[in-house]
């Protein structure tokens, strides 16, 4: 049953109602505005309220209105209704694409909140997953949100290692030992001995120790680069190494670093691992600034 | 939402079916669909805290988190289904084209993946790469694929983007060459048939080989007369590691460096992962000696002066 009794009657009614609700919403829109206390965030929100509330009263009136609406044949309601969701859900599909990636994310498991990843660029901790976006504190102490279909097709650098098995030492140390560290690409090899070689070997354990203190069996391993330059390169690497001792205190074990690259200066790799990810987001600025003051002081 | 938007709408939520109970009068299944919608918003919240309270691991929350509410969207669907029929179909015909062509995305990594599996493009532990990266494979799955950097650090990489994207395989197959049976043994062997298992072993043993090419400028302070000798003692070092000998090509050369590929040889992808970085250090300091090492002997001694000092000043 429709509310009006004619077409014509229903398509006055209709109209009016149209430029009425538009007019409402100006009215309203104006005094808002002219309110001083509320702010502009709540501003916005009413507004978009009002006015999609005022397009859904409009659509109702415009599909309840007509009488010659209800006297269409139910097969022909069937699908105009299927062809006007399908229409909808063409247009609409790029927000559900959130979503769906959301449960992908979910079942692909690649990080957790608290990991330190690298994601389209934006090196950081996550600090929140939804079943629509990711948030990331970077280093800069900006918040990202990407969108989880982003993240779906972008690559995933994640720096945590989730440790398997920690009350055993030997395959504690085999899971958080860097490919370098095993072919033993140290950079102060022509000074490494026996002595320094058992120091080392402390210093793993005491962070085993420490792992099994926490009871978090998560460990970040995160790594940075720096470029040197070739002259007195051994004296720096001296200066470098005295500083990664400088920041064992800091990151719970002290930094290492190796070369991986070289052109007209040499890159040298660093790699820091911490039990507490916010360590890394508070103190690697620092240490890379410290860095740059050996490769510039000489 | 805010916590107090979220009460505002329960105690709107409670006084409409406290309503909708007692005095609308309406058919009793939407009476009971209205208040069992109602029960099932106000009970989400704590059901979820409670489960976050409980359990520490995402799987467990999020699969409590979908259970809950796929159960809310049955029956909020079925209260859209008695209010409306249309509506319902409508709705109904909505989210399922709506979602499905976001499926697209899964059903493509999935076929990449059993594409990438089927294929046997590469396996698990060989040294490729893709998307700019290197590294080796750990992990294929159907949804996605890891792979273990330089420096070890985990990547994780969408199926259809390494499908679609160009692989370089530095690990390879190749047939090993065996030598042909001398006419004696194969007499001594009598049997045809076991001759023939011997050629099936032969085919079957597909031994792989590495081979990773690094491509490095080098500057024009390296004396050019002893190079090679430079490189070849680098090269007798890590012959035995390897197991193969290191090789390097000229590749191009601009004014003032040139380019070199050093070719890193082995059948085991994991020894060049673990020793390419301990190579390049000794390349270079054996290329670059007398920058690298400049003043580091007077330094030292000045290191070993000031030790020797502090010694003298703690026993004094």
Redesign the interface.
Same mark, same amino acid.
């Given at each position: 049953m429709a509310i009006f009794r004619t077409d014509l009657e229903a398509l006055i009614y209709v109209i009016i109602i149209g430029i009425g609700l538009y007019l409402l919403n100006r009215i309203i829109s104006y005094s808002i505005e002219r309110i001083k206390k509320i702010i502009p965030a709540k501003k916005n929100k009413v507004n978009f309220i009002i006015r999609l509330i005022s397009i859904i009263v409009f659509i109702y009136f415009l599909i309840e209105g007509f009488p010659s609406f209800t006297a269409i044949p139910a097969e022909y309601? /069937?699908i105009i !209704? *299927?062809a006007?969701? !399908?229409a909808? %859900?063409?247009a609409?599909?790029e927000?559900?694409?959130n +979503?769906?990636?959301g449960i992908?994310i979910? &079942?692909?498991? $690649?990080f957790? &909140?608290g990991d330190l990843v690298k994601i389209k660029d934006h090196k950081g901790v996550i600090k929140s997953?939804t079943l629509t976006k990711v948030i990331i504190e970077t280093f800069d102490r900006i918040i990202v949100e990407i969108s989880n279909?982003d993240i779906?097709?972008s690559? /995933?650098?994640?720096?945590t290692i989730k440790l398997k098995d920690i009350e055993n030492y030997y395959r504690f140390k085999r899971q958080i030992?860097? $490919?370098?560290e &095993? *072919?033993? %690409?140290r950079?102060n090899?022509d000074a490494f001995d026996g002595k320094m070689g058992k120091k080392q070997e402390n210093e793993l354990r005491a962070l085993h120790k420490l792992v099994l203190e926490s009871k978090d069996s998560v460990i970040h %391993?995160f790594?940075f680069s720096m470029r040197f330059p070739?002259? #007195?390169? #051994?004296?720096k690497v =001296?200066k470098t190494d005295k500083l990664c001792d400088k920041y064992k205190e800091i990151f719970d074990f002290k930094p290492k670093f =190796?070369? +991986?690259?070289?052109?007209?200066d &040499?890159h040298v790799?660093f #790699?820091i691992l911490t039990l507490n990810s916010d360590k890394l987001l508070n103190y690697q600025t620092d240490f890379a600034n410290d860095i740059y003051k050996i490769i510039r002081n000489l | 939402m805010k916590k107090r938007y979220y009460i505002l709408i329960s105690i709107i939520l409670v006084l409409v079916a406290l309503w909708v109970f007692y005095f609308s009068g309406w058919e009793p299944i939407f009476i009971n669909l209205i208040l069992i919608n109602v029960i099932a918003y106000l009970v989400r919240k704590p059901l979820f805290s409670l489960a976050a309270y409980v359990f520490k691991r995402r799987f467990y929350r999020a699969v409590i988190s979908i259970t809950v509410n796929a159960v809310w969207s049955v029956f909020l669907l079925w209260l859209i289904f008695v209010i409306s029929a249309e509506l319902f179909i409508a709705l109904i015909s909505f989210m399922i084209i709506a979602i499905s062509l976001n499926f697209r995305n899964i059903i493509n990594n999935i076929a990449s993946g059993g594409l990438l599996l089927m294929s046997e493009q590469f396996d698990i532990g060989d040294l490729i790469e893709t998307n700019n990266t290197q590294g080796i494979v750990k992990e294929i799955n159907l949804n996605y694929m890891k792979i273990r950097e330089f420096d070890g650090v985990d990547l994780v990489l969408p199926n259809s983007n390494v499908y679609s994207s160009t692989i370089i395989k530095f690990t390879h197959g190749k047939f090993k060459v065996f030598k042909p049976l001398e006419k004696e043994e194969f007499e001594k062997q009598k049997y045809y048939r076991r001759y023939l298992k011997t050629i099936n072993k032969i085919i079957a043993a597909k031994i792989k080989t590495t081979k990773y090419v690094k491509q490095m400028d080098i500057l024009g302070s390296v004396d050019p007369e002893n190079f090679e000798e430079h490189l070849f003692k680098v090269f007798d070092k890590y012959e035995p590691i390897f197991g193969k000998r290191p090789d390097y090509s000229v590749d191009a050369t601009s004014p003032g460096r040139v380019r070199i590929n050093f070719y890193i040889i082995s059948e085991k992808p994991q020894l060049v992962f673990n020793y390419i970085d301990a190579f390049l250090r000794d390349l270079v300091y054996e290329l670059y000696s007398d920058e690298i090492f400049l003043g580091w002997e007077e330094y030292k001694q000045e290191l070993l002066h000031n030790i020797d000092y502090e010694k003298k000043e703690g026993n004094s």
């Open positions: 309601t /069937v !209704t *299927g006007i969701s !399908t909808l %859900a063409f609409t599909s927000i559900f694409s +979503f769906i990636s992908l979910w &079942i692909m498991d $690649p957790d &909140i997953i279909s779906l097709e690559t /995933v650098l994640n720096y030992q860097s $490919p370098q &095993i *072919g033993n %690409a950079l090899l %391993a790594t070739y002259e #007195r390169f #051994r004296i =001296h =190796h070369i +991986f690259n070289y052109d007209s &040499i790799k #790699r | -």
